[in-house]
Nanobody
Framework: QVQLVESGGRLVQAGGSLRLSCAAA????????MGWFRQAPGKEREFVAA????????RYADSVQGRFSISRDNAKNTVYLQMNSLKPEDTAVYYC????????????????????WGQGTQVTVSS
């Protein structure tokens, strides 16, 4: 059983940067594909970024491509989401997710492909 805890969310001005962290407990993430999703008020949860357990393969939503960067440190059992050039439309609760994977290159883009979820961290971007 993998437990995920997100941190790093806060209020930031448009154009600013934040780095979210997702720490895993109860097991190693070295064979786990990871992802970040977000949910804004009144909207469905949407995919933000994903990374394979090997760390080589990444994928981003079009809305964050070029501004956000996902990375992982398997030795620390932690995944990061670096968010730059933040916009008010990035305001949402950000969730970390994990899924067991048999391949170092596999990534998952859909929320129903993930087995474990964190409780979320609030990111608010003011204009």
């Amino acid at each position: 059983q993998v437990q995920l805890v997100e941190s790093g969310g806060r209020l930031v001005q448009a154009g600013g940067s934040l780095r979210l962290s997702c720490a895993a407990a109860g097991g190693t993430i070295s064979s786990v594909a990871m992802g970040w999703f977000r949910q804004a008020p009144g909207k469905e949860r949407e995919f933000v970024a994903a990374i394979s357990w090997g760390g080589v393969i990444t994928r981003y939503a079009d809305s964050v491509q070029g501004r956000f960067s996902i990375s992982r440190d398997n030795a620390k059992n932690t995944v990061y989401l670096q968010m730059n050039s933040l916009k008010p439309e990035d305001t949402a609760v950000y969730y970390c997710a994990a899924s067991w994977s048999t391949s170092w290159s596999t990534i998952y883009l859909k929320s129903d492909e993930y087995n474990y979820w964190g409780q979320g961290t609030q990111v608010t971007v003011s204009s």
